[in-house]
């Protein structure tokens, strides 16, 4: 019976990484639709090559930061328990490789493309699973610490905080460096348009990034005898939530629409072991409504040029999250209790602030060093000629 359980758990997991890498199929789709043709083979190198390097980040130093565990061993103690450990590491790698996916959406058009896998092994390999080790393996006694002053440890099921809010507020120091795109804000006080290139592309990597979220969320039990159906509906209704109130608050702008989604899945992913169907439908439909007015906000007053709105997606909205959990967790909304909303403060803000100081540190040392930007001539050629000489839509075919 133990090998079986351990066959399971192992086969469980394994699932569950291979929906989150569908993701990144997602990720790449979502930014293809979104930034303009001549950068769209760059949107789809860039995810590519930033798993690879995660991977090998992760492998090598990430993993052991964040749960201590070397995999500079013989393959026969690896093997242990049927590789559990290692379909483990792959599925948590996954998360981690969502942060330089995230951070590339705000990111993108204008930043070098070397530059930026630097910064992908640093925040892969040290800058994330530091807070990851803190907020899910109890390191340096701080959940101890937040247990006894609020009564309760912080609480993030699936990384609305730990993954989410961390990626974007990470991004956000990357866009402020980095500047606007050229012409995209004009001395004037005016603004140019940058309009998707492909809504269906978007679209496309909206649905992948919401049908791989039930293996992000759900798979997060990481065993079989932990699965919880409450994840999966209280993930479905936060997903409805967000798409409702971004249709609503967004005038039904297909952008809006199809990013609405998203935000709620964001949104729930700290609380969804623990809340009611309905407190899940409120905590997205808030996501929702946040991500569409923040977005404007950020474009349009203050001209912080997020090309994808990653610092509100993720930033926010997984901010969000990890105050609704301790909201909508409680039994007084219809949660299964167990959870603090003091304790859900401090480990958002503990994240919220190791994630601006990673970013600022890492993006500011490339800037000061490397350099971040393309040169004004590369922007105008763009990514796809200047990274990799090729185009996604030749000028011309070749007739013979």
């Known amino acids: 019976m133990d090998a079986l359980k351990q066959g399971t758990d192992a086969l469980f997991i394994l699932l569950g990484g291979i929906m989150v890498l569908a993701m990144h199929a997602g990720f790449a789709f979502l930014e293809l639709g979104t930034v303009r043709k001549k950068n769209q083979v760059n949107a789809l190198v860039k995810i590519l090559v ?99 002053t609020t009564g309760a440890e912080f609480h993030d099921f699936a990384g609305s905080v730990v993954v989410h809010a961390v990626g974007g507020w990470i991004a956000l120091p ?63 209704m936060a997903m409805v939530g967000g798409t409702l109130a971004a249709l609503i608050a967004g005038k039904n702008d297909p952008g809006f629409v ?22 899940a439908l409120v905590v997205g439909a808030v996501a929702g409504a946040l991500f569409v007015s923040m977005f404007t906000l950020t474009q349009n007053r203050w001209k912080i040029d997020d090309v994808l709105g990653v610092w509100p997606l993720h930033g926010l909205c997984g901010t969000w999250g990890g105050i609704a959990a301790g909201i909508f967790g409680n039994t007084t909304f219809g949660g299964l209790g167990g959870v603090s909303l003091g304790a859900q403060l401090i480990g958002t803000a503990m994240g919220v602030a190791w994630a601006l100081a990673g970013g600022a540190v890492v993006y500011g040392t490339l800037k000061v060093t490397t350099g971040l930007r393309m040169t004004q001539e590369e922007e105008y050629d763009g990514a796809d000629l200047t990274a990799h000489r090729i185009s996604a839509t030749p000028d011309r075919e070749v007739s013979w």
């Open 50 to 148: 930033d798993f690879s390097v995660s991977t090998v980040a992760y492998f090598v130093v990430g993993y052991a930061v964040a749960y201590g565990t070397t995999f500079f061993v013989g393959a026969e103690q690896l093997a242990a328990k049927n590789g559990y450990e290692l379909v483990k590491f792959f599925f948590l790698l996954t998360f981690a490789a969502a942060i330089p996916a995230i951070i590339s959406g705000g990111i993108a058009e204008r930043a070098k493309f070397w530059p930026q896998l630097m910064a992908t092994a640093v925040i892969v390999g040290v800058v994330y699973p530091f807070f990851e080790g803190i907020a899910w393996n109890k390191h340096f006694g701080v959940q101890d610490w937040i247990l006894a």
């Open 174 to 236: 990357a866009v402020l460096l980095l500047g606007a795109r050229a012409n995209r804000y004009r001395k004037d006080g005016g603004m140019s348009a940058h309009p998707p290139s492909s809504i269906p592309f978007l679209a496309l990597g909206a649905w992948i990034l919401c049908v791989g979220w039930f293996g992000f969320n759900v798979m997060s039990a990481q065993t079989v005898d932990k699965i919880s159906g409450l994840v999966a509906v209280n993930s479905l």
């Open 258 to 279: 199809h990013n609405g989604p998203l935000a709620g899945l964001v949104a729930v992913c700290a609380g969804s072991d623990l809340m009611h169907p309905l407190g």
